[in-house]
């Protein structure tokens, strides 16, 4: 990838970044590597569907950093990414098989949670009635062109939402810190297995 270096500075991203790694309490990955700077790209919208061949126009690339399309919203991308950075790449991650729901779901649920936006339960409820919902393991990463993209990503941050209400917020931000399997680590947390969890999901989405 030939993408020049920048250093940016702007006080919104150092807010952002702070208060993710205070609530997550663990450090990302840094790029490059070895001089304690965050790597973030802006590029081009056509540059970024040449490159990742995705519309969603944010990526956290595991070599290079965070690299955002000039058409996205900064903060709620940004805050998306910097989450998969410090869950996903952090030196201390060290649960394994994490599904997409989960990955996805707690990147979209802080995006909105830290940016103050909407969180739709509206959609979660029209996505029941026009049979949108999908079941927890059909939840895998989703066709990137596909109409229900945004269905997927808020049934997953409305999943990982419910799992933080009962279970609490640092028990299960440290699920990607403990070792292990996934699904293990989630039923310690839990105490269940992924399909009571599923239809203990479901029942709370039918009592809003
Ligand atoms: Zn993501």
């Given at each position: 990838m030939d993408i020049n270096h920048a250093i940016l500075y702007s006080d919104r991203i150092t807010t952002i970044y702070e208060d993710v790694i205070h609530k997550f309490n663990h450090s990302a990955i840094v790029y490059p590597k070895n001089n304690n700077l965050l790597a973030i790209y802006f590029i081009h919208p056509d540059l970024f569907l040449n490159l990742f061949h995705d519309k969603g126009g944010a990526i956290w690339n595991r070599d290079y950093g965070i690299i955002l399309s000039l058409n996205k919203t900064l903060n709620s991308s940004f805050t998306h990414e910097i989450i998969h950075s410090v869950?996903?790449?952090?030196?201390?991650?060290?649960?394994?098989?994490?599904?997409f729901w989960f990955r996805e779901g707690i990147a979209q649920f802080y995006q909105n949670d830290l940016n103050n936006g909407y969180f739709s339960i509206e959609m979660i409820k029209s996505s029941i009635n026009n049979k949108l919902i999908y079941s927890f393991s059909d939840i895998i990463n989703p066709s990137l062109n596909t109409q229900y993209r945004s269905f997927f990503y808020n049934q997953s941050a409305c999943i990982v939402g419910y799992l933080i209400k009962v279970y609490g917020e640092s028990r299960v931000i440290n699920i990607f810190y403990s070792n292990g399997d996934f699904y293990d680590n989630l039923q310690l947390v839990t105490g269940h297995d992924i399909s009571s969890i599923e239809n203990m999901w479901l029942d709370y989405i039918h009592s809003l």
């Open positions: 869950t996903l790449g952090s030196p201390d991650s060290k649960c394994v098989n994490i599904p």
